[in-house]
């Protein structure tokens, strides 16, 4: 490779890099060099103009950084052995043991998550949101996370990961939506609109473009997402033009998680759903044929704000006689009460007697088909 091509090569990755930490071009160039051994990006120029040529190994150690998208600290912490060693860890991460707990390491949604037996922590994208550390009451007295240690490991490993997701959101968007302009204007990722003013639609305040921009586009009051963030309050009369400026989270309140201890032992939830789901199938229980059958699907069910439950009965399909005993031993398993009423409608089959003669659903559409045979449409008709 030729001393141009060697440079323009180093050029290109360095700015790929620029894009994916959000950090300036010339940062991104110093980086590189000192990955290299060199003090900086000039001295790394003229030792290619003196004849020095990165070996291969060097270049991919370069490639395998900027795929990997380090987060902006490292660019004055960095080491070219440390990086290549973390990023070999975090390839291997996505199952396997932190202190002899195992743990799978997983993006939803592009929040990190990190979880293990009876604990999880979840590292949101929102750069300025705190990491939320759960436990599950049955374990929360011998969950791991109550070890510091344990701890910074676990978030150390989340948020490498992060850095990974918020790198590759970076690249995916304009470059002046993650650097703003001498002027302070930022473009918005979705709605590709520069202003050095912005606006969350949850927030009575002003958020700057630095602002907005460092924290990829979520408000840094409430955390809200892009696409809650105007060039404009629209909401307002004088669109904003009053509102006061919008302050940054102190960072102490961002450095350390949110405990939760979360209560994830099965429970019978008797909410509306549920409690028709159930009243239902007691009433298919009681139906002895097809008729009734079709009763207790076409019942109407409802439940009010004490969970009692009202239910309706089709007269043609279920008899005016016939009690649902299981319908109302489920309602007195639930501790509900159970009101009963028939009402008419249009039912989906004529002839609703021969449902009453057998419980088979092949026997039943053969009687239909029968009946309904013996009324042909005629040639003529347009139906």
């Given at each position: ?252 309140d961002t450095r350390k998680p949110e405990f939760h201890v979360v209560d994830d032992r099965p429970k019978l939830e008797l909410n509306e ?111």
């Amino acid at each position: 490779m030729t001393e141009a091509a060697e440079t323009n090569h180093l050029k290109l990755l360095a700015k790929r890099h620029a894009r994916a930490t959000r950090v300036a071009q010339h940062e991104a160039l110093n980086f590189i060099a000192i990955h290299l051994g060199f003090a900086n990006w000039t001295q790394l120029v003229t030792a290619i103009k003196s004849g020095w040529i990165p070996s291969s190994e060097q270049v991919a150690s370069i490639e395998a950084v900027v795929a990997n998208h380090v987060s902006p600290a490292d660019f004055t912490t960095g080491s070219a052995d440390a990086s290549a060693r973390r990023w070999e860890y975090l390839e291997q991460a996505e199952q396997g043991r932190i202190r002899g707990h195992a743990y799978r390491l997983q993006v939803a949604l592009d929040d990190v998550i990190i979880a293990g037996e009876g604990w999880s922590i979840t590292v949101p994208e929102d750069p300025s949101a705190r990491a939320t550390v759960r436990t599950s009451a049955e374990v929360d007295d011998q969950s791991p996370v109550f070890d510091p240690d344990f701890l910074e490991e676990a978030l150390s490993l989340a948020n490498h990961r992060m850095a990974q997701v918020r790198g590759k959101i970076s690249t995916d968007w304009p470059r002046r939506s993650t650097k703003p302009d001498g002027k302070g204007r930022s473009r918005h990722p979705l709605w590709d609109r520069d202003s050095d003013t912005w606006f969350c639609l949850h927030c009575n305040g002003k958020i700057t473009g630095d602002q907005i921009a460092q924290n990829l586009w979520h408000c840094p009051a409430c955390g809200a997402s892009p696409v809650d963030i105007f060039d404009t309050a629209f909401w307002c009369e004088d669109e904003g033009k009053s509102l006061p400026p919008i302050g940054a989270k102190a960072k102490s309140d961002t450095r350390k998680p949110e405990f939760h201890v979360v209560d994830d032992r099965p429970k019978l939830e008797l909410n509306e759903r549920n409690i028709i789901l159930l009243m239902r199938s007691a009433l298919l229980d009681d139906a002895t044929n097809i008729s009734e059958r079709l009763g207790a699907l076409l019942a109407e069910i409802t439940v009010d704000e004490d969970n009692d439950v009202w239910i309706s009965l089709e007269e043609d399909l279920w008899p005016d006689h016939k009690e649902p005993t299981q319908a109302i031993k489920v309602a007195a398993q639930l501790g509900i009460e159970i009101e009963l009423e028939t009402m008419w409608s249009k039912i989906p089959f004529h002839w609703p007697a021969l449902g009453e003669q057998t419980s088979s659903t092949t026997e039943y559409l053969q009687m239909l088909l029968d009946a309904y045979a013996q009324y042909p449409i005629p040639s003529n008709s347009d139906a």
